[in-house]
């Protein structure tokens, strides 16, 4: 991302004022904090799959993997910072409808 910015900063012309008056600097806006993957960090495991079940893995990367402790505590602590089961399940790769029944187990 960095380079993008170089990159852009590089080639953006000074915005002349018509008169003596140095330019002013083009203000770059934040670059968004990049979201955490925990898909790659529970991994995936189970791989003799039923066909519909490597289709829901598709959209759903760790659809029907077990679920662990450690996924457990992690669902359990982003409930606790208010996010929904739709957002759980997206940085989980899980489907929403598990994430919801896993909520509604520990809560």
């Known amino acids: 991302m960095n380079e993008q910015v170089k990159a852009i900063r590089k080639s953006?012309?000074?915005?002349?004022?018509g008169g003596t008056a140095a330019a002013q600097p083009v203000a770059v806006a934040p670059t968004p904090k990049p979201e955490v993957n925990l898909i790659l960090h529970f991994g995936i495991r189970k791989t003799d799959l039923k066909p519909e079940m490597?289709?829901?893995?598709?959209?759903?990367?760790?659809?029907?993997?077990?679920?662990?402790?450690?996924?457990?505590?992690?669902?359990?602590?982003?409930?606790?910072?208010?996010?929904?089961?739709?957002?759980?399940?997206?940085?989980?790769?899980?489907?929403?409808?598990?994430?919801?029944?896993?909520?509604?187990?520990?809560?």
């Open 54 to 107: 490597v289709e829901a893995r598709r959209t759903y990367p760790r659809a029907y993997e077990p679920w662990g402790d450690e996924e457990l505590d992690a669902v359990a602590e982003l409930a606790r910072r208010r996010l929904d089961a739709e957002t759980i399940a997206r940085l989980l790769g899980r489907q929403p409808s598990s994430v919801e029944r896993k909520l509604k187990e520990m809560f």
């Open 12 to 17: 953006a012309k000074p915005i002349s004022s």
